[in-house]
């Protein structure tokens, strides 16, 4: 019986071992997965806001007269949404830690 349950104890920790090798994999492809498409998706996004900004700057610089009022006008709203997203900081880092948690802690 003391062989039995020293061959169920090496199978255990062999099968455990594949379990971990297995579940570290699959949690860095998801990882990885996960920055790709936010590398790719961040950065389409960022050239959406280029864009935006500078017809936004032509057009409001058309209607008020003046081109660098109106670039200091869209410049100060930048700063601002960047503001409020620096004070809801906090809970942008839970919402990330929340949403990561149950991917990471999958015990499928």
Do not use: W
């Not at 994999?25 to 389409?44: A, E, H, N, R, Y």
């Not at 700063?79 to 942008?92: G, S």
């Amino acid at each position: 019986t003391t062989g039995k349950a020293l061959d169920f104890g090496e199978n255990y920790l062999n099968k455990s071992g594949e379990y971990y090798r297995l579940k570290i994999f699959q949690q860095l492809t998801s990882s990885f997965s996960f920055f790709c498409k936010m590398v790719l998706l961040g950065s389409l996004v960022f050239l959406g806001i280029i864009f935006i900004t500078v017809a936004g700057s032509l057009a409001l610089g058309e209607y008020l007269g003046s081109l660098p009022l109106a670039c200091l006008i869209i410049g100060g709203g930048l700063f601002l949404i960047a503001f409020i997203i620096y004070l809801l900081r906090k809970q942008i880092d839970r919402k990330v830690i929340e949403k990561m948690s149950i991917t990471f802690f999958d015990e499928e």
